[in-house]
């Protein structure tokens, strides 16, 4: 059962902006064990970057990062070439509806609150 539900995910290439190192590290773990590839941002501008080199079909972004907001994020990485069909999760710990309209109109696709349920996320990168 395990196996099938890795080949549902496999080769899918994820980036993780986060902050917090710890949370960070530990769902690009999880996101190993479901056969994606995946690469991590600490901040807006390293994601920037690093978005225009691995080219992530899904982008995990924590909306409460430093020097620029995961909305802001979200906007900026709209517009690079190639990478508007990009699935854009939002992971947040804000759970009001303005914060989800705000991460909508940012261009977000989903919005999950944490702590994240994993058959949800499972479910949204699978598409």
């Known amino acids: 059962m395990v196996r099938n539900e890795t080949r549902e995910v496999q080769q899918k290439r994820v980036l993780v902006v986060d902050d917090s190192r710890d949370s960070a590290e530990m769902l690009c773990e999880v996101l190993k064990t479901y056969g994606c590839a995946t690469h991590l941002a600490y901040d807006g501008p390293s994601a920037l970057e690093a978005a225009q080199s691995f080219k992530p079909e899904v982008a995990l972004v924590d909306i409460s990062l430093p020097e620029m907001d995961g909305n802001e994020l979200a906007r900026r990485l709209r517009q690079l070439p190639g990478l508007q069909q990009m699935t854009l999760?939002?992971?947040?710990?804000?759970?009001?509806?303005?914060?989800?309209?705000?991460?909508?109109?940012?261009?977000?696709?989903?919005?999950?609150?944490?702590p994240v349920p994993l058959e949800e996320l499972r479910r949204l990168i699978k598409g």
């Open 89 to 114: 999760i939002a992971l947040t710990g804000y759970s009001e509806s303005s914060d989800r309209r705000r991460s909508e109109q940012a261009g977000f696709d989903h919005y999950l609150v944490k």
